[in-house]
């Protein structure tokens, strides 16, 4: 077991010059920081970013948020996918607003809307200076190498030994520090595929690497195949709007997003050609999609022509953004 003063001494002297510049880390403001771990959830950073500087000009406090219009607000996020995430970043923001103030204490963050015990971690050390230790993915990764944990990390009895390793490592001084080192490192250096060893602070220190396992950690059984699903979309404009369905709000996945027709939507629709395809994954689900020009045919029912001003007010799903991006008349901005 790694002694924890000298652990956490050599891991924070790494991260003083090894961090990256990212803008959530110029603020202690727990609004700001709420938001960016909330996006980061499941996303790359390389994708947030922007994501991130423009929802906080529009929003840049929660009560600006609870007051939104919904739809104004998955326009926003749309692309950045998980929606779910926003929906709860408003009730959260509501929840803010409602008392005047954001809460002060990990266990009141946590009942924050979407707040799991990792965000809220993250919020009450990093703007706090809380001594609690995050575990993240990034965060098991390094731990079990560092540990050489061979159990199943979906295991809930690995998670908390983890978890309380974590917690022993953290330096109480400098907690928000520390938490964020730790997700750098397995972020930069300590990555899922090709363990980048010789650049690791914790070289000497790591157990999974004296023993030579480090690649095969952490152990994850169990893991499910995707589904592999091929759909044809099918975009049709006529004098500068474009044949599109609102999802209904009780459906389970999207409630709420335009999408375009599937060509199966629209069989009276005579084809033009194909625009082209990509790959697209939602979940556990692997889309491979064919995008078809077709000639402009009687709106089925459910369906309406949108203009492109129009449609820039609203939250379109990412499936149907790809697949516009591939015809010249998009605006694309």
């Known amino acids: 077991m790694m002694n924890p003063r000298t652990a956490g001494k050599i891991l924070l002297e790494w991260y003083a010059g090894a961090r990256r510049d990212l803008p959530w880390r110029k603020t202690r403001d727990p609004w700001r920081v709420l938001v960016s771990e909330v996006m980061l959830q499941q996303t790359r950073v390389s994708a947030v970013v922007p994501y991130y500087e423009r929802f906080l000009e529009r ?3 929660a009560e600006a948020l609870a007051e939104a219009p919904e739809q104004e607000l998955l326009a926003l996020w749309s692309g950045l996918g998980y929606y779910a995430r926003a929906r709860n970043l408003q009730r959260a923001a509501r929840a803010i607003a409602e008392v005047g103030r954001f809460p002060e204490t990990y266990e009141e963050i946590r009942e924050l809307a979407g707040v799991g015990e990792y965000t809220a971690a993250a919020i009450a050390s990093i703007c706090y200076g809380q001594p609690h230790a995050v575990l993240d993915g990034n965060v098991v990764r390094v731990l079990a190498r560092a540990t050489a944990e061979r159990g199943d990390v979906a295991a809930s009895s690995v998670r908390v030994r983890l978890k309380e390793v974590a917690q022993r490592l953290l330096d109480p ?3 928000g520090d520390f938490n964020q080192a730790m ?3 397995g972020a930069t250096v300590c990555l899922p595929k ?4 010789l650049l690791c602070p914790w070289r000497e220190q790591c157990q999974g690497r004296a023993e030579g396992i480090q690649a095969e950690l952490p152990v994850k059984l169990n893991k499910r195949e995707p589904v592999k699903l091929a759909l044809e979309l099918c975009v049709m404009v006529k004098e500068g709007r474009v044949l599109l369905r609102q999802r209904g ?7 709420g997003f335009w999408e ?3 060509l199966r939507d629209v069989p009276a629709a005579e084809r033009e050609g194909c625009a082209g395809s990509f790959k697209h994954s939602i979940t556990r689900h692997d889309y491979s999609v ?6 402009p045919a009687k709106a089925p029912k459910g369906f309406r022509w949108i203009s492109w001003d129009e449609l820039a007010e609203l939250p379109l799903t990412t499936m149907s ?8 008349e998009y605006p694309q901005r």
């Open 59 to 61: 929003y840049p406090k």
């Open 173 to 175: 001084r400098r907690p």
């Open 183 to 185: 997700m750098e490192l």
């Open 194 to 197: 090709g363990p980048q060893c």
């Open 249 to 255: 709000s009780g459906e389970s996945r999207l409630a």
């Open 260 to 262: 375009l027709p599937e």
């Open 290 to 295: 064919e995008v078809w020009r077709a000639q």
């Open 321 to 328: 953004r790809k697949a516009l991006e591939m015809i010249p």
